[in-house]
């Protein structure tokens, strides 16, 4: 046994030089993944275990700072938490869904008009910030001239102007609705490109297996053929959703909102982070916030994730 784990390291360098070109090749990203992905992840889960507030050394206070976010952080446990629970049920299902929808009907559409509809929707999630302060803020601006506003005063369906942006009632529907909007990015085209992986054929063999409509087509056979690009872009929904946070800043210009009304994990993590400077606890809500996703990454791959024999 002591041979072989003494032998082992060097057949793995063996392996390693044998295939070396393919190594260097890979280089480039691995380095770059390493470098950006990888060290920031360990020196989050490293420093989650310590009190820093970037000018000190860190100090090791094992797990104080996650009995604290259970325990004594009520502004995670009543806002931020519940807030982006309800925030990812809707932006992520309802979007990914609508994504699909959409792409599904542009696909039905003659060759020579599709890529103008897809632009179209695909332009908005290019724009960004941009967007957000020009469109949108001008969309719910809380006087007389924003759009939203202007519209409901001539319909008669208010008596006097909403402060969309600034009213807590509101503004996380209204932070709902702009996510979703801008939902439709690198996902949406890869399931609009998934629809042309699908074998025709599948269809014709459909119809005389028994199924009458577009609805069981849709259920039965191109849902099942283009899981990759379903698992895609659910990942990308998942990673969009979980890091939309900016968005209640870049929406009221405020890092935190009135009254905790937008306030989600991210913004959360801001706030532990560039405005108190207490990098030990926002690192740990950032591992808390990446277990999160890990979980939520399973579930799609559950869902979507190719089984034995497919």
């Given at each position: 046994?002591?041979?072989?784990?003494?032998?082992?390291?060097?057949?793995?360098?063996?392996?390693?030089?044998?295939?070396?070109?393919?190594?260097?090749?890979?280089?480039?990203?691995?380095?770059?993944?390493?470098?950006?992905?990888?060290?920031?992840?360990?020196?989050?889960?490293?420093?989650?275990?310590?009190?820093?507030?970037?000018?000190?050394?860190?100090?090791?206070?094992?797990?104080?700072?996650?009995?604290?976010?259970?325990?004594?952080?009520?502004?995670?446990?009543?806002?931020?938490?519940?807030?982006?629970?309800?925030?990812?049920?809707?932006?992520?299902?309802?979007?990914?869904?609508?994504?699909?929808?959409?792409?599904?009907?542009?696909?039905?559409?003659?060759?020579?008009?599709?890529?103008?509809?897809?632009?179209?929707?695909?332009?908005?999630?290019?724009?960004?910030?941009?967007?957000?302060?020009?469109?949108?803020?001008?969309?719910?601006?809380?006087?007389?001239?924003?759009?939203?506003?202007?519209?409901?005063?001539?319909?008669?369906?208010?008596?006097?102007?909403?402060?969309?942006?600034?009213?807590?009632?509101?503004?996380?529907?209204?932070?709902?609705?702009?996510?979703?909007?801008?939902?439709?990015?690198?996902?949406?085209?890869?399931?609009?490109?998934?629809?042309?992986?699908?074998?025709?054929?599948?269809?014709?063999?459909?119809?005389?297996?028994?199924?009458?409509?577009?609805?069981?087509?849709?259920?039965?056979?191109?849902?099942?053929?283009?899981?990759?690009?379903?698992?895609?872009?659910?990942?990308?929904?998942?990673?969009?959703?979980?890091?939309?946070?900016?968005?209640?800043?870049?929406?009221?210009?405020?890092?935190?909102?009135q009254q905790y009304a937008g306030h989600l994990i991210l913004n959360?993590?801001?706030?532990?982070?560039?405005?108190?400077?207490?990098?030990?606890?926002?690192?740990?809500?950032?591992?808390?916030?990446?277990?999160?996703?890990?979980?939520?990454?399973?579930?799609?791959?559950?869902?979507?994730?190719?089984?034995?024999?497919?």
């Open positions: 046994m002591r041979l072989r784990a003494a032998v082992l390291p060097t057949g793995l360098l063996k392996q390693i030089w044998k295939e070396r070109t393919a190594y260097l090749f890979m280089a480039p990203f691995l380095l770059c993944f390493s470098a950006f992905i990888l060290l920031p992840v360990i020196m989050a889960i490293l420093l989650s275990f310590t009190s820093f507030d970037a000018f000190r050394f860190p100090e090791f206070v094992g797990f104080q700072n996650y009995i604290a976010l259970l325990t004594q952080d009520t502004v995670f446990m009543k806002y931020a938490l519940p807030k982006t629970i309800k925030f990812a049920l809707f932006v992520g299902p309802i979007g990914y869904l609508l994504s699909f929808f959409v792409a599904w009907l542009i696909y039905q559409l003659p060759k020579s008009i599709r890529d103008v509809i897809t632009l179209a929707f695909y332009a908005p999630s290019m724009a960004g910030a941009i967007a957000l302060t020009v469109v949108w803020q001008a969309a719910f601006s809380g006087d007389y001239v924003g759009y939203l506003n202007h519209f409901l005063l001539q319909a008669g369906l208010i008596e006097s102007p909403v402060l969309w942006l600034q009213d807590p009632r509101y503004l996380l529907n209204v932070m709902i609705l702009v996510t979703i909007w801008m939902g439709f990015g690198v996902g949406f085209l890869a399931l609009l490109a998934g629809f042309d992986t699908v074998n025709k054929e599948l269809y014709e063999a459909g119809k005389i297996d028994g199924i009458s409509n577009r609805l069981q087509e849709v259920f039965y056979i191109t849902v099942p053929s283009m899981k990759p690009q379903m698992l895609f872009s659910a990942v990308m929904a998942i990673v969009g959703t979980l890091k939309a946070g900016a968005i209640s800043t870049q929406l009221t210009g405020m890092p935190i909102t959360h993590i801001d706030d532990y982070a560039f405005i108190r400077f207490e990098l030990g606890y926002a690192s740990m809500v950032s591992v808390v916030l990446l277990l999160i996703s890990y979980v939520a990454m399973k579930l799609s791959y559950r869902l979507f994730g190719s089984r034995d024999g497919e």
